[in-house]
C-alpha cells in the first residue's frame, strides 16, 4: 500500500494510482511541459518563473510541485527528451545507404518539429547555465549525429567534404529553416530541398 512517500512518476510505475487518476496526471503534465516551453521560447527562460507557469496553467502551487521540483528541472524535462528522441531517431537509421542516412538526419528535425516546435526552438536557445542541464544528452545527440555523418563522408556525398562543417552548418540551420517556413502549407518539401541542397554534394 502506498504510505505516501511515493513520487507521482513512482507511484503511476508501482500501479498504485488508478489508471483514470494517472492519465488525467498525465495530462497536466504534458500541459505543464507544453505551456513551460512556449513560455520559455516566447519569453525567455531567465523572465519566467514558477508563478507564471503555474498561472498560464491555472493550476494550484502545490501541484506543479508534485511534478517538478523547479523551473530549471521543468526546463531538464522539456528539452533532455528532445535529445534524447534525437539520439534514438538516429541510431535507427544505422545500417541503411549514406545517402538515406542524411536523409533521415534531415528527417529528423522535421519529426521532432512536428511534435515538439517549442521544445526543440528551445533547444537552441539555451544560455549556458541552462545547457549545463542537458549537456550530456546533448552530447550523446551530437555523437550519433557525427556517426552517421562519417558514414555519409566516406561515401563522398557531404557538400562540403567534413563531418564538422555539416554537423555546425545542420546545428545552426535547421531549425531557422523550418522557422523560415513555418505556417506554409509545402514546409516539408521546402525544409527538405533546402536542407540537401546546402549539405548534400551535387
Known sequence: ????????????????????????????????????????????????????????????RSTFYTFFNSKRDLLTHIVEPVFNNGIAAMRALN?????????????????????????????????????????????GFEEALTDLLKNVESAGLLRNGSVEYTRKLIAKSAVETLLVYQGDADLRRLYRSTMEGMLLAA
Not at 500541459?31 to 496553467?57: H, T
Not at 549514406?98 to 517549442?118: C, F, H, K, N
Open 95 to 139: 545500417g541503411q545507404s549514406p545517402r538515406a542516412m542524411l536523409s533521415g538526419v534531415i528527417d529528423t528535425y522535421l519529426a521532432m518539429w512536428e511534435r515538439q516546435a517549442d521544445a526543440l526552438l528551445l533547444s537552441t536557445r539555451l544560455a549556458r547555465a541552462d545547457f549545463s542541464l542537458v549537456e550530456a544528452a546533448h552530447r
Open 1 to 60: 500500500m502506498d504510505d505516501g512517500s511515493l513520487t507521482w512518476s513512482e507511484r503511476v510505475a508501482s500501479g498504485t494510482l488508478r489508471p483514470r487518476v494517472a492519465l488525467r496526471r498525465a495530462k497536466v503534465r504534458e500541459s505543464l511541459l507544453n505551456l513551460g516551453a512556449r513560455l520559455f521560447v516566447a519569453e525567455g527562460v531567465e523572465n519566467v518563473s514558477v508563478e507564471d507557469v503555474i498561472a498560464a496553467a491555472n493550476i494550484a
